[in-house]
């Protein structure tokens, strides 16, 4: 099952605009991370935000985490069509053993050139 | 470097078969994950090994499902008596060990139909 859910589900923007995409969770966590799919196939690791941090910024990426709403924002500046992809939140469990993600439903980006 | 690497990348197969999907992780990466996302949906885990033992076989859906990685290193994702319901893509993600906060690095899935 879900742990988390997104939203938008589908955000359409141009190119040059911020894209702002949302994550709530349930459960405690270790930390938080974001991935990036393309096409439906393998996922790749944009950022990592631990408990314990509010803000993480990497290039054009700047993610926040508020652990008492149990919410995440991903921002991606000055998007290019090249970030067209589904984006995923997942997170990892405050757990003492095992390392498996949870995974949200995922945010659709469309980025018109 | 070489990434994560799957096999088949698609597989399609007749209801009540058994199929084995393959990922050798990144050389040196000691867990390996097991995911499976259906259309639309995000990936939702299935099984993680440390070395060679299941650490936590706890997303496996039933009994008709099973994982090995026997040498610690290639790991085969077995499926008995398949049904329409488990077609899917079906993700494996290594990572260098089982630490908090490390990502997981994923190979491009096989696409498992079942007819």
């Known amino acids: 099952s879900q742990q988390g859910e997104e939203d938008p589900q589908a955000l359409s923007i141009q190119e040059g605009e911020n894209a702002t995409m949302n994550c709530s969770y349930k459960?405690?966590?270790?930390?938080l991370q974001w991935y990036r799919q393309n096409s439906g196939r393998g996922l790749v690791h944009l950022i990592l935000i631990r408990s314990n941090e509010r803000e993480k910024h990497s290039g054009r990426l700047r993610v926040t985490l508020d652990t008492s709403k149990k919410s995440s924002s991903l921002l991606i500046t000055a998007s290019r069509a090249a970030d067209t992809a589904s984006y995923f939140c997942a997170t990892d469990p405050d757990r003492a053993s095992g390392s498996r993600l949870t995974f949200g439903e995922g945010t659709q980006l469309t980025v018109n050139p | 470097g070489a990434g994560v690497s799957q096999t088949p990348s698609n597989k399609v197969t007749e209801k009540g078969k058994y199929v084995e999907l393959r990922c050798d992780p990144i050389s040196g990466h000691t867990a390996l994950y097991w995911y499976r996302q259906s259309l639309g949906q995000g990936p939702e885990f299935l099984i993680y090994f440390q070395g060679t033992g299941a650490a936590d076989d706890s997303g496996l859906p039933n009994d008709r499902f099973f994982a090995v990685r026997p040498e610690g290193s290639v790991s085969t994702l077995k499926i008995q008596r398949t049904e329409r319901g488990d077609s899917a893509v079906y993700l494996c993600?290594?990572?260098?060990?089982?630490?908090?906060?490390?990502?997981?690095?994923f190979g491009p899935g096989t696409r498992l139909t079942v007819l």
């Open positions: 459960t405690s966590i270790n930390n």
């Open positions: 993600a290594s990572s260098p060990q089982n630490q908090r906060g490390n990502e997981q690095f």
